[in-house]
């Protein structure tokens, strides 16, 4: 079995930020990987220089191809579009070996450990990380559009009506929610540099109404996107420290890991370090300087389901829980799902409302199911998903093929 045809598409008026990936077996497999932000740079990538070495090999040596793929770009720096592509391209050889074995991927990395994995919701919309009417669809992290009230509109809702939003997931299951209601502060002219003390309070205000209504009914999580710098981080920690929230994600910028450590010292609250990490000596450093309490990993930033995997492990040698991102695309949220149901080491899943009902049954042909805030263990062969064969079309979604 060889790889013979390499397909690449970006679903423009759904997810303008995603990259849809498809590999081609000899023996007619098809494997799906993705990544996020800047696709076209990582399309180019794959089409204009990584397939030279892709096309004509053994797909079931993922292993041997990851480290060609990494150590080949280490020469020029590993860490942007070039390790976005090797994780899409990674997942799509993940994906192939278990259809080769009609297996799913939790199997062929060691098997059950997990009969379900815990899931949070995101408080995002259906314009968070998707095609919105009033926007380019050019997306930048952390700016994703509020948006107005509409159905599983659930960032409008956790600023305007958090109790009920709270209430909501509690009914449909859910144990923790997640919000960024710091970033209007970032957003404001130098609001990096300085939180005042009325946006200070403003910020925590979601979660003081649902603990006053609510009691301890829900875990609370907060993201800060990775904007402050470290006296704005410990202002906001310490509106935080009431509300015994279960993490606090990316309050300060994650580009220090010294400061982090440092920051983790005077926070007074848990700390989850970071989705924003892609190369392994970050996660590493982050680790040996006792930086996180929580280990946050996304699987088509870090290297895909390969390093994912090194990862999880890497950090249960230090008692540390791994929790796994997803704001991005549904073969990111399987891929966490297939590492975590193998390992015992995942705490959380992240998912959003939104994408899953909206969104991601634009792009998949198989859907992604939550129940009871849990999501059961994928039994497909594979990764647990195939794109919508729809999406690639020669003149549609940027789509790119290159042959053998």
């Known amino acids: ?53 892709l096309l004509g090999k053994n797909p079931l040596e993922i292993e041997k191809h990851w480290r060609f793929l990494y150590e080949r770009t280490t020469n020029f720096g590993s860490r942007g579009a070039e390790l976005r592509a090797i994780s899409a391209i990674d997942l799509a050889l993940w994906d192939i070996f278990g259809k080769a074995t009609n297996l799913p991927i939790w199997q ?65 299951g859910y144990d923790a929610l997640k919000t960024w209601s710091y970033d209007f502060a970032a957003h404001k002219s130098n609001g990096p540099l300085h939180v005042s003390l009325e946006d200070a309070k403003t910020g925590v205000e979601p979660f003081r109404k649902i603990r006053e209504e609510l009691g301890d009914k829900i875990e609370l999580i907060i993201d800060g996107h990775g904007f ?53 000596d970050d996660f590493r450093l982050v680790l040996e300087k006792r930086a996180a309490d929580y280990v946050m990993i996304d699987p088509t930033w870090v290297g895909g389901i390969s390093q994912t995997r090194n990862i999880t492990r890497l950090a249960q040698f230090y008692n540390l829980p791994v929790v796994m991102h997803d704001c991005t695309g549904p073969l990111t949220l399987l891929s966490g799902v297939q590492v975590a149901v193998a390992s015992n080491n995942v705490a959380w899943q992240e998912s959003v409302r939104a994408h899953v009902r909206m969104l991601y049954p634009k792009l998949i042909d198989t859907e992604v199911k939550i129940e009871q805030g849990r999501i059961p263990i994928p039994q497909q062969a594979g990764i647990g998903a195939g794109w919508r064969s729809e999406l690639f079309q020669s003149d549609k979604n940027q789509y790119r093929a290159t042959s053998k």
């Open 228 to 280: 402050f710098q470290l006296p704005m981080a410990i202002r906001i920690a310490q509106q935080l420290r009431e509300f015994d929230i279960l993490w606090a994600e990316d309050l300060l910028r994650v580009d220090a890991i010294d400061t982090l450590a440092d920051f983790r010292e005077k926070a007074g609250i848990p700390l989850a370090v970071s989705e924003m990490f892609s190369g392994p």
């Open 108 to 172: 062929l990395l060691g098997g059950c450990v997990q009969d379900s994995i815990r899931t949070y919701n995101s408080c995002g919309g259906p314009s968070y990380g998707g095609k919105s009417a009033d926007s380019s669809g050019h997306i930048w992290p952390g700016h994703g559009p509020m948006g107005n009230q509409g159905p599983l509109n659930d960032y409008w809702s956790i600023i305007h009506e958090p109790v009920a939003l709270a209430q909501e997931l509690l009914s449909e």
């Open 1 to 53: 079995m060889e790889i013979v045809k390499i397909e690449t598409a970006i679903p423009e008026q759904i997810m303008p930020g995603l990259l849809l990936l498809r590999i081609h077996t000899s023996d007619g497999l098809v494997g799906c990987g993705e990544t996020y932000y800047a696709p076209e740079s990582v399309a180019s990538l794959i089409h204009d220089w990584m397939h030279h070495y």
